[in-house]
């Protein structure tokens, strides 16, 4: 668990590593190992680390510890700031950053650590006279003051080991520091020889522990300093062993074989540099493991993942995305619409950026290994991939729409109708807004911050009057979705179709009389839909339908007779009056009866349209009390029909604007 201040748990991966190469040695752990990443900006945060009873190894509860790895310099760190709840089995730690952290037994990490042999074998010759130092550490639980002595012996001092000299530290030694003792003027006698020391050999200060108190150090000359292949390290070194920090395990190689592993990479190259951990006791900072081709095991070697690049190519924005994919349907060139990345992998690293997916899989799959999202639409490759998206294209799936739940009710003798929807809306990219609109009125409206792949809302609304007026017009529900990556869904989930569209479904098959009537109630749909924000309008419309029918059909039909003006209006009607057309057409396309409703509905549409434009507008339209008056206005235009089809002929585009505006 992670928890802070600052913008923590937005862009954060916490991935379980506990099977990590770099720490499977590590002395002490209990195989609680997670690695932390975010893209977010925060001040601290609170880690918090599960632990088993039944993993600690015989290790104390009260003995734990959480470390990070710097990797920087291939050191080990400990949380200055960290704790253990044994009631509720958590190691707890503040951190200011996020990294790869571990749970280890921390007296077993130090006894490890401390004790052991040099991994560096300085060159001497026989004669020299050399200053030897010791760095004593105070790993008790507090300071203290009184001086004390430290021995120093050619080989073990409880073996037989001989006393060469002492040295003496005075002021005691603060609680984790400390404090360094020198024997000067020692001469190298013999080779290889390992010098002891013996810390307070007297007993003369109190102790945390006593087993801690003696440590060696080996000395060489000679043949141990050769170097008989010739890779930068010495024969002593690739023998006897060298101590890696992180990750822990010690190294051997074949000091006659420069590239013990067969990589391609010198054993010198892969150990890196020598470092010296807070003890002072010496480490190298290795580049990758010289004694295993792959060191991380994620089917890329060595030398691919340090001395290779790799080259991936993304579509990594929308636009992209739609235009690469409309180029490779199209059959056309796709590459203008790619991005070239160059990167590199840790070999250290099975999963370099984090996001679960090997490097060696990463590369065959031609995703990004060193981005945890390789096409920057924020869902990471390892989620696109569960969803069977392509990580290297950017999101351009839209929203789903699902209706859970509709009610749409009325109480006897009320005007009253009531809506209930329950709705789900999912997005894997996220869902960043959601509108309900009932015949294009927002009802409801929700947006999210954060990137919630899964929304549910229920939206609750009640009309007046619609009996009446959605019984002349129809009525519609439609929710919009946006997603985060600029995808959005429309989705039609309630229609009723107007009076007229109802009755031309019941003629059927018809044809006899089927194709004039369906022509009729088509107009009759159309000029409905025209004039839908003049509830009066619409009432007297289906008071009167005759009247009203007669009037349009004399101006439809004068527009009508010139084929190429009225398949130019029809065209520059916009999608969402056409979709408006075929939710009211009850008839299969195809059919004569389909093409005399969609012909009628838009002959009353255009018609209406007309009227508003050069009778004064819908202000005019909202005057009318009787068919008789709308049949004035509509012969008042046909009068001057001629002048209004050279107006329409030279103004489409201004019709066009208009009717789009409609």
């Not at 958590?90 to 052991?116: A, E, L, P, R």
């Not at 984790?176 to 050999?201: E, M, Q």
């Not at 519609?476 to 979705?481: K, L, M």
């Not at 009389?513 to 022509?519: A, D, L, P, R, V």
Request: net charge negative; hydrophobic share 30%; proline share 4%.
């Amino acid at each position: 668990m992670v928890d802070g201040v600052g913008d923590v748990s937005r862009n954060t991966s916490i991935v379980n590593a506990s099977g990590y190469v770099a720490l499977a040695d590590m002395p002490g752990s209990i195989g609680k190992v997670v690695d932390i990443n975010t893209t977010a900006a925060f001040i601290s945060a609170t880690i918090s680390i599960p632990y088993n009873e039944s993993n600690l190894r015989g290790a104390s509860e009260n003995d734990l510890k959480m470390y990070y790895i710097n990797e920087s310099d291939h050191s080990i760190k400990f949380l200055d700031v960290q704790g253990v709840d044994t009631a509720n089995n958590i190691v707890w730690g503040k951190t200011n950053h996020f990294s790869t952290y571990d749970i280890v037994s921390y007296s077993s990490y130090m006894g490890t650590w401390n004790s052991g042999s040099n991994p560096t074998v300085p060159e001497y010759t026989y004669g020299d006279k050399i200053n030897i130092k010791a760095v004593v550490y105070n790993t008790g639980d507090a300071a203290f003051s009184s001086n004390f002595d430290v021995y120093f012996y050619e080989g073990d001092p409880d073996a037989g080991g001989r006393y060469i000299g002492s040295a003496t530290i005075t002021g005691g030694i603060s609680k984790g520091g400390g404090k360094t003792a020198i024997l000067y003027g020692y001469a190298v006698k013999s080779s290889p020889v390992d010098i002891y020391v013996k810390i307070d050999p007297q007993n003369s200060i109190t102790e945390k522990s006593e087993s801690n108190n003696k440590a060696y150090s080996t000395l060489s000359i000679g043949p141990q300093n050769f170097d008989s292949d010739s890779d930068g390290l010495t024969d002593a070194e690739e023998t006897g062993g060298m101590q890696v920090l992180y990750p822990y395990r010690v190294v051997y190689t074949d000091p006659y074989n420069p590239d013990t592993d067969g990589d391609g990479l010198t054993d010198r190259e892969e150990m890196g540099t020598i470092a010296f951990y807070s003890n002072g006791k010496p480490y190298y900072r290795i580049i990758s493991y010289a004694d295993t081709a792959d060191s991380d095991n994620d089917g890329l070697d060595d030398f691919e993942e340090l001395r290779q690049t790799q080259t991936i190519y993304v579509a990594d924005t929308l636009a992209k995305a739609q235009n690469f994919l409309k180029a490779v349907y199209e059959g056309t060139d796709s590459s203008p619409y790619l991005t070239a990345v160059v990167t590199t992998t840790n070999p250290l690293r099975a999963d370099t950026d984090g996001d679960t997916i090997p490097d060696g899989e990463e590369i065959i799959m031609g995703t990004n290994p060193n981005n945890r999202d390789s096409d920057n639409d924020g869902i990471t490759d390892n989620k696109e991939k569960g969803y069977g998206e392509d990580p290297t294209i950017f999101d351009i799936t839209p929203p789903t729409v699902k209706v859970d739940y509709l009610l749409v009710s009325k109480d006897t003798f009320s005007f009253t109708t009531k809506y209930n929807f329950w709705y789900t809306v999912s997005d894997y990219g996220g869902v960043k807004d959601v509108t309900l609109l009932k015949n294009d009125i927002q009802r409801d409206s929700h947006s999210y911050t954060t990137r919630i792949t899964t929304v549910s809302e229920n939206t609750y609304f009640e009309t007046t009057l619609e009996t009446i007026l959605d019984a002349l017009r129809t009525a519609r529900v439609d929710i919009n979705a946006n997603d985060w990556n600029g995808n959005y869904e429309t989705a039609l989930v309630y229609h009723r179709p107007s009076i007229y569209g109802e009755m031309a479904a019941k003629l059927g098959s018809d044809t006899i009389y089927g194709n004039e009537i369906s022509g009729d109630l088509g107009m009759l749909s159309g000029l409905s839909a025209t004039v839908a924000e003049i509830p009066e309008l619409v009432i007297l419309i289906g008071d009167d339908p005759s009247g009203f029918l007669a009037g349009i059909t004399d101006l439809a039909g004068s527009i009508a007779s010139d084929p190429a003006l009225m398949a130019d209006l029809a065209s520059s009607l916009p999608d969402s009056v056409k979709e408006k057309q075929k939710l009211e057409n009850p008839y299969a396309e195809g059919t004569s009866l389909h093409d005399r409703f969609a012909e009628g509905w838009y002959s009353g549409y255009i018609g209406a349209q007309i009227l508003s434009m050069f009778v004064g507008g819908g202000e005019v339209l909202q005057t009318v009390k009787s068919s008789e008056r709308f049949a004035q206005l509509t012969k008042s235009v046909l009068a001057k029909m001629d002048e209004v089809k050279v107006l329409l002929k030279a103004s489409k585009t201004i019709i066009r604007f208009s009717l789009r505006n409609t």
